[in-house]
């Protein structure tokens, strides 16, 4: 009988360092059923009584399995303004037309959220989109009640204001028209050259004061693009809608973000130069947050796709976040701490500076509301 032999131990940390490798490997969906998205996973919500595992049975599937295809759900809002108190956040009112994002973004900091539906922050988060089909309506009343204050609401706060949903439903455009005919201010935040499609309403807005555009990028090159941000427009496309905005005179903004170590961090004075090239006025940059499981979201994403850095992009992840996947205090999660995250800034700061986008978007104007007329519906008899 041969005698157990512990393993030696090179052979243990070599074992611990592929052991989550290994285990994320065998949990990715097959390439094939997610073409374009950017989760490779589609684990069971954290608030589900039952999960649900994948494994073969011994028996081979008589039809391959089918792609993940999107799925709309109607949803109608009691409200459609929420308000937050965070002190690193430049606005208090935001909208959300649309709960779920189907551009497909691994690092979006809003999968969790998809969650509460019952849903996964994997692949469910860019299939199932949630329609909020009344929220002009929503609007309207909201803005319209006695008593309202105004204050600049932002769009594509936790969601895309401008995702392929929008071209069928318009619920955006519509609630701009309520802006423009209000007199309302608005902030717009976008990865879609979509947005183009409403420049005659965003002209207007402009001409008054009322509204400012961010357009996010995240790389210059297509296909890291296309890894990244499977269903977003491309680089190209986007730079477009920076000069056609900034030419009809919108105040246009690029947001650098976010900043990936080792994945797109080099490109960070490119995409300042393109933008501002472009038209852009002024420049933001967040570094990459991995808040609750979009941290393994982002991490199965790697796997797929960075294989051979996944272990540097997370050790300088965590750099900057104190030795952790994510610290969430206010007034650091933006931008992290130590020394990469301060190099980071620095680069952006110089950057910012010598290519004229070292100033901040003009405030909006809050005096010019006009509450909407809303419909006097007739009581009924019976």
Same mark, same amino acid.
């Given at each position: 009988?041969?005698?157990? &032999?512990?393993?030696?131990?090179?052979?243990?940390?070599?074992?611990?360092?592929?052991?989550?490798?290994?285990?994320?490997?065998?949990?990715?969906?097959?390439?094939?059923?997610?073409?374009?998205?950017?989760? &490779?996973?589609?684990?069971?919500?954290?608030?589900?009584?039952?999960?649900?595992?994948? @494994?073969? #049975?011994?028996?081979? /599937?008589?039809?391959?399995?089918?792609?993940?295809?999107?799925?709309?759900?109607?949803?109608?809002?009691?409200?459609?303004?929420?308000? /937050? #108190?965070?002190?690193?956040?430049? @606005?208090?009112?935001?909208?959300?037309?649309?709960?779920?994002?189907?551009?497909?973004?691994?690092?979006?900091?809003?999968?969790?959220?998809?969650?509460?539906?019952?849903?996964?922050?994997?692949?469910?988060?860019?299939?199932?989109?949630?329609?909020?089909? /009344?929220?002009?309506?929503?609007?309207?009343?909201?803005?319209?009640?006695?008593?309202?204050?105004?204050?600049?609401?932002?769009?594509?706060? /936790?969601?895309?204001?401008?995702?392929?949903?929008?071209?069928?439903?318009?619920?955006?455009?519509?609630?701009?028209?309520?802006?423009?005919?209000?007199?309302?201010?608005?902030?717009?935040?976008?990865?879609?050259?979509?947005?183009?499609?409403?420049?005659?309403?965003?002209?207007?807005?402009?001409?008054?004061?009322?509204?400012?555009?961010?357009? +996010?990028?995240?790389?210059?090159?297509?296909?890291?693009?296309?890894?990244?941000?499977?269903?977003?427009?491309?680089?190209?496309?986007?730079?477009?809608?920076?000069?056609?905005?900034?030419?009809?005179?919108? %105040?246009?903004?690029?947001?650098?973000? %976010?900043?990936?170590?080792?994945?797109?961090?080099?490109?960070?004075?490119?995409?300042?130069?393109?933008?501002?090239? &472009?038209?852009? +006025?002024?420049?933001?940059?967040?570094?990459?947050?991995?808040?609750?499981?979009?941290?393994?979201?982002?991490?199965?994403?790697?796997?797929?796709?960075?294989?051979?850095?996944?272990?540097?992009?997370?050790?300088?992840?965590?750099?900057?976040?104190?030795?952790?996947?994510? #610290?969430?205090?206010?007034?650091?999660?933006?931008?992290?701490?130590?020394?990469?995250?301060?190099?980071?800034?620095?680069?952006?700061?110089?950057?910012?500076?010598?290519?004229?986008?070292?100033?901040?978007?003009?405030?909006?104007?809050?005096?010019?509301?006009?509450?909407?007329?809303?419909?006097?519906?007739?009581?009924?008899?019976?």
């Amino acid at each position: 009988m041969a005698l157990y &032999q512990a393993p030696s131990f090179e052979a243990l940390e070599k074992l611990s360092r592929s052991r989550d490798a290994d285990l994320a490997r065998r949990e990715l969906l097959d390439p094939d059923r997610i073409r374009g998205r950017g989760a &490779q996973s589609n684990h069971t919500g954290r608030f589900e009584k039952q999960t649900r595992e994948g @494994f073969d #049975d011994g028996w081979d /599937n008589v039809e391959p399995l089918s792609i993940f295809q999107t799925v709309e759900h109607i949803e109608r809002a009691k409200t459609i303004i929420t308000t /937050n #108190d965070s002190p690193d956040i430049g @606005f208090e009112r935001s909208i959300n037309a649309y709960r779920g994002c189907e551009h497909g973004c691994s690092y979006c900091f809003a999968r969790p959220t998809h969650a509460f539906l019952g849903h996964s922050a994997g692949i469910e988060f860019e299939r199932d989109i949630y329609v909020k089909v /009344n929220a002009v309506e929503a609007l309207r009343a909201e803005i319209g009640a006695k008593g309202y204050k105004v204050k600049p609401i932002a769009m594509g706060t /936790n969601t895309d204001p401008y995702q392929p949903a929008e071209r069928k439903h318009k619920l955006t455009r519509g609630i701009l028209e309520v802006m423009l005919e209000t007199r309302h201010p608005v902030m717009i935040t976008t990865k879609s050259a979509l947005i183009i499609r409403d420049l005659d309403i965003l002209t207007e807005l402009a001409k008054l004061g009322l509204v400012k555009v961010a357009l +996010s990028m995240t790389s210059m090159d297509h296909k890291l693009s296309r890894k990244m941000e499977p269903r977003a427009s491309s680089p190209a496309r986007r730079l477009e809608a920076i000069r056609l905005l900034s030419e009809a005179g919108v %105040p246009t903004a690029v947001f650098a973000s %976010p900043m990936i170590p080792a994945i797109n961090d080099m490109e960070l004075e490119r995409i300042l130069d393109a933008a501002a090239a &472009q038209g852009a +006025s002024s420049a933001a940059m967040i570094l990459l947050r991995l808040p609750g499981e979009v941290r393994d979201v982002f991490r199965e994403w790697l796997l797929r796709h960075f294989p051979d850095r996944v272990r540097h992009v997370l050790a300088l992840v965590r750099d900057t976040r104190g030795g952790k996947d994510y #610290d969430s205090r206010w007034g650091t999660r933006m931008t992290g701490e130590g020394p990469y995250a301060t190099l980071l800034r620095q680069r952006f700061d110089k950057a910012r500076e010598r290519y004229g986008l070292d100033t901040k978007l003009p405030g909006l104007r809050n005096d010019l509301f006009v509450a909407p007329r809303l419909e006097e519906r007739q009581m009924s008899l019976f």
